[in-house]
């Protein structure tokens, strides 16, 4: 049980086009669900908190006019990148929170922006 | 604000060797310290959930200890194998106003066959 899928896995874009991404709990509903970027040899970085029908949370240095989150159902969150550019090339990464603390990962989407 | 810090930030070693990741955290209030494990180019597989309240947790050949006073973790590897190698990342969780996992830069590591 606690399995997230994200889709898609990698997607490339035109700089200045805009991108979604899709987090989904598969097999249990996620009362929070999270975005990290993770940029090559670095770690993770939280992006964003989303809790169900609620406004995200957004971390320090994070536009959140840039970067987009829905999180309309305890199974679904969505992340869209808007007007993209190079410098948002990068492997985002969810998770999901049920009760308790612990996170389940989603496998992950390499952006390119072209 | 919490800070992670993983040390070494790159191991070799030979295949069958017993080996030794550290992770430490600057901020001692936490709720649990996890271990994973990520492939290149992949998502994030957990090993390990240490609450904060337990000193250590075991999986196959795997152990984590967690001393939160002194604001450090280790994982153990034990009989190391080829399939080992990947980057070992150690997160914290803090709560509070931080609800997301702080993570560390992680260990990439290698299994010589």
């Known amino acids: 049980g606690a399995v997230v899928s994200q889709h898609p896995s990698r997607v490339i874009c035109k700089s200045g086009t805009s991108v979604k991404i899709e987090c989904r709990s598969l097999d249990f509903q996620a009362t929070t669900m999270f975005w990290y970027r993770q940029f090559p040899k670095k770690s993770l970085m939280l992006m964003a908190t989303?809790?169900?029908?609620?406004?995200?949370?957004?971390e320090q240095g994070v536009e959140k006019d840039k970067f987009l989150i829905n999180h309309a159902s305890l199974t679904l969150s969505t992340l869209t990148v808007t007007s993209a550019h190079p410098e948002d090339s990068s492997f985002y990464i969810c998770?999901?929170?049920?009760?308790?603390?612990?996170?389940?990962f989603g496998p992950g989407t390499r952006l390119t922006v072209t | 604000k919490q800070e992670v810090t993983q040390i070494p930030a790159a191991l070799s070693v030979p295949e069958g060797e017993n080996l030794v990741l550290n992770c430490s955290f600057t901020?001692?209030?936490?709720?649990?310290l996890q271990w994973f494990r990520q492939d290149p180019g992949k998502g994030l597989t957990s090993l390990l959930l240490?609450?904060?309240?337990?000193r250590e947790q075991t999986s196959g050949r795997l152990n984590a200890s967690l001393d939160k006073s002194s604001g450090r973790s280790t994982l153990y590897i034990a009989a190391s194998q080829p399939g080992d190698s990947a980057t070992y990342l150690c997160?914290?969780?803090?709560?509070?106003?931080?609800?997301?996992?702080?993570f560390g830069k992680g260990t990439h590591l290698i299994i010589q066959p």
């Open positions: 997160a914290v969780y803090s709560g509070g106003g931080a609800d997301g996992l702080t």
């Open positions: 240490i609450q904060s309240s337990q």
């Open positions: 901020d001692s209030a936490i709720y649990n």
């Open positions: 998770s999901a929170r049920r009760s308790g603390y612990e996170q389940y």
């Open positions: 989303s809790n169900e029908g609620s406004k995200a949370t957004y």
